[in-house]
């Protein structure tokens, strides 16, 4: 089971820092993503990190601002963002997937996901 949390209303160039608790003792062995669903448009993915950590994606419009990170021994990943533009306002998604070693980039090949937690950035 994954809780997503720390989403809320900011102001653009604000920062906020997104966690994500995993249930389970398997956490290590799952590479995460934080995907995110603006109104209207499809879900994207925003970062994402392999199971030790050491591999990372960023979609473009999040590279340079939004940082992703995990703490197995507190089965969490993070997802800090930096500098909020309006256009980051959506509902962000953690996620897991069994695949191993790198960094998932697609949502076929998640296993489980969050609940969602909603991101304003008012301008």
């Known amino acids: 089971q994954l809780q997503a949390s720390g989403g809320g209303l900011v102001q653009a160039e604000d920062p906020l820092r997104l966690s994500c608790a995993a249930s389970?003792?398997?956490?290590?062995?799952?590479?995460m993503g934080w995907f995110r669903q603006a109104p209207g448009k499809e879900r994207e993915i925003a970062a994402a990190?392999?199971?030790?950590?050491?591999?990372?994606y960023y979609a473009d419009s999040v590279k340079g601002r939004f940082t992703i990170s995990r703490d197995n021994s507190r089965n969490t990943v993070y997802l800090q963002m930096n500098s909020l533009k309006p256009e980051d306002t959506a509902v962000y998604y953690c996620a897991a997937s069994r695949f191993t070693g790198v960094a998932v980039t697609t949502p076929l090949l998640y296993n489980y996901w969050g609940q969602g937690t909603l991101v304003t950035v008012s301008s």
């Open positions: 990190i392999s199971q030790s950590g050491d591999s990372t």
């Open positions: 389970g003792h398997t956490f290590s062995s799952y590479a």
